[in-house]
């Protein structure tokens, strides 16, 4: 498990739910229309709202931002989102509960080098930690957390030199970054490994876990899995690159990034945790696909059941076609749905069947009076 930080007064990592993130697209010097879309985000589920910083300006203007949401009644933590600025992330970190930086760019500059000796290399890595040095003094004098965010798009020319575009690049760019921060006795971090490519992102968040974990480290993981595009093949990419993570045991905090309003990506996030066991927000249908064997009107069936109990958040409701292998199937659900003969429903609770052969016009109604009377 990761060790827990406070972001604000959000709690991230060390068996914290998996909070779910997103970022706002409005132009940062746009208060009011920057406040607007971080609070519908809020509204539909948004834990952390993340707002670009790209100068000391814009930096300035999240202490404008912080206020107005404030006197707006909402307290989210937000993270300013750097780049190439380390004078912006400075001023940031005064002012929100979080800064992202990326170890690309935050202190090397490209300029077509390609190769480095190892004295240029190791002289590079002492400039990362001057640079960061007044960073993380501000960060600790404010409680402030940092993300170490890297991108696959944005590796140094020095790591590339040295590992190539590679999740190993990926891993030991945001390595090098973690060595600075603990050297400086500063751990509110949490680290990042995002690609486009699903299988960069799950490659190099894994290889950087087993490295951080080899080192006796445990930050918490942001994962999400960048220009995923929108509509159906972004929320697909997301849901394979975040899941297989989850599933690994891997992940404290989720964004899924759409080429959508950002207040789009809540309801997915939500699904996904759902989705392979990481954060149950709605109860969890087990629906078979129907077969021959079905004799009753299923599709319906299941709709109608869906709309019905959509406030039983974590109850498992099983909805199976037929006698034969239906109650077999319904795996671990909590009541079962299943049809017995023409038009005929049998209600299960666990295994055990509760009634026999209802009419499909009852049975929902009959479904939800059980559900209903074993909750009171
Ligand atoms: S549970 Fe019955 S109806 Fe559903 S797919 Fe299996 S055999 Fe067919």
Same mark, same amino acid.
Request: net charge negative; hydrophobic share 35%; glycine share 10%.
């Given at each position: 498990?990761?060790?827990?930080?406070?972001?604000?007064?959000l709690?991230?990592? !060390?068996g914290?739910?998996? /909070?779910?993130?997103?970022m706002?697209?409005t132009?940062?010097?746009?208060? =009011?229309?920057? &406040?607007?879309?971080?609070?519908?985000?809020?509204?539909?589920?948004?834990?952390?709202?993340r707002?670009?910083?790209?100068d000391v300006k814009a930096?300035?203007?999240? !202490?404008r931002?912080?206020?107005?949401?404030?006197?707006r009644?909402?307290?989210v933590?937000?993270v300013?989102?750097?780049h190439?600025n380390?004078k912006?992330?400075?001023v940031?970190a005064t002012?929100?509960?979080k800064?992202r930086v990326?170890?690309?760019n935050?202190?090397?500059r490209?300029?077509?080098k390609l190769?480095?000796t190892?004295?240029?290399? *190791?002289d590079?890595l002492?400039r990362?930690?001057?640079?960061?040095?007044?960073?993380?003094?501000?960060?600790?004098?404010?409680?402030t957390?940092m993300r170490?965010? $890297?991108n696959?798009?944005?590796?140094?020319?020095r790591?590339? #030199? /040295?590992y190539?575009?590679?999740?190993e690049?990926?891993?030991?760019?945001?390595?090098?970054?973690a060595?600075v921060?603990?050297?400086?006795?500063?751990?509110d971090l949490?680290?990042?490994?995002k690609? #486009? *490519?699903?299988? &960069?992102?799950?490659d190099?968040? =894994?290889?950087?876990?087993?490295?951080?974990?080899?080192?006796?480290m445990?930050?918490p993981i942001h994962?999400g899995? $960048?220009?995923?595009?929108?509509?159906?093949?972004?929320?697909l990419? #997301?849901?394979?690159?975040?899941?297989?993570?989850?599933?690994d045991?891997?992940g404290?905090?989720? /964004?899924?990034?759409? $080429?959508?309003?950002?207040?789009?990506?809540?309801p997915?996030a939500?699904? +996904?945790?759902?989705?392979?066991?990481? =954060?149950?927000?709605q109860?969890?249908? +087990?629906?078979?696909?129907?077969c021959?064997r079905?004799q009753?009107?299923?599709?319906k069936?299941?709709?109608?059941?869906?709309?019905? $109990?959509?406030h039983?958040?974590?109850?498992k409701?099983?909805?199976?076609?037929?006698? &034969?292998?239906?109650?077999?199937?319904m795996?671990?659900a @909590?009541?079962?749905?299943?049809?017995?003969?023409h038009g005929k429903?049998?209600l299960y609770?666990?295994?055990?069947?509760?009634?026999r052969?209802?009419?499909?016009? @009852?049975?929902?109604?009959?479904?939800?009076k059980?559900?209903? *009377?074993?909750?009171?």
């Amino acid at each position: 498990m990761s060790r827990q930080i406070k972001i604000g007064n959000l709690t991230l990592g !060390g068996g914290a739910p998996v /909070r779910v993130q997103s970022m706002t697209n409005t132009d940062t010097m746009d208060t =009011r229309a920057t &406040v607007e879309q971080a609070l519908r985000m809020v509204e539909a589920g948004c834990e952390l709202v993340r707002i670009t910083a790209p100068d000391v300006k814009a930096a300035e203007n999240l !202490g404008r931002i912080k206020e107005e949401l404030l006197k707006r009644g909402c307290e989210v933590p937000l993270v300013a989102d750097i780049h190439f600025n380390p004078k912006a992330a400075e001023v940031a970190a005064t002012l929100v509960e979080k800064v992202r930086v990326n170890p690309g760019n935050y202190t090397d500059r490209n300029t077509g080098k390609l190769e480095f000796t190892e004295r240029e290399y *190791n002289d590079e890595l002492k400039r990362i930690g001057e640079r960061m040095a007044s960073l993380i003094d501000i960060c600790k004098r404010h409680h402030t957390a940092m993300r170490i965010g $890297t991108n696959h798009g944005s590796l140094s020319e020095r790591i590339m #030199s /040295r590992y190539g575009n590679s999740p190993e690049g990926m891993a030991q760019s945001a390595i090098e970054f973690a060595r600075v921060c603990e050297e400086q006795d500063y751990h509110d971090l949490v680290f990042s490994m995002k690609a #486009s *490519n699903v299988k &960069v992102m799950v490659d190099s968040t =894994r290889l950087f876990v087993s490295k951080m974990h080899a080192m006796g480290m445990d930050y918490p993981i942001h994962l999400g899995v $960048t220009e995923a595009g929108d509509g159906m093949q972004g929320r697909l990419k #997301s849901a394979a690159g975040i899941g297989a993570l989850l599933l690994d045991g891997i992940g404290d905090t989720i /964004r899924v990034s759409l $080429t959508e309003d950002p207040e789009k990506e809540m309801p997915i996030a939500y699904d +996904i945790l759902q989705a392979v066991g990481a =954060r149950i927000t709605q109860p969890e249908y +087990i629906a078979c696909p129907s077969c021959g064997r079905t004799q009753y009107d299923i599709q319906k069936a299941l709709q109608e059941i869906k709309a019905k $109990t959509v406030h039983l958040v974590g109850v498992k409701i099983g909805v199976m076609g037929c006698i &034969v292998n239906g109650p077999g199937e319904m795996a671990d659900a @909590d009541y079962g749905y299943v049809g017995s003969g023409h038009g005929k429903i049998t209600l299960y609770k666990g295994k055990e069947v509760v009634k026999r052969d209802i009419d499909q016009k @009852d049975a929902v109604e009959e479904l939800v009076k059980l559900i209903e *009377n074993d909750r009171l």
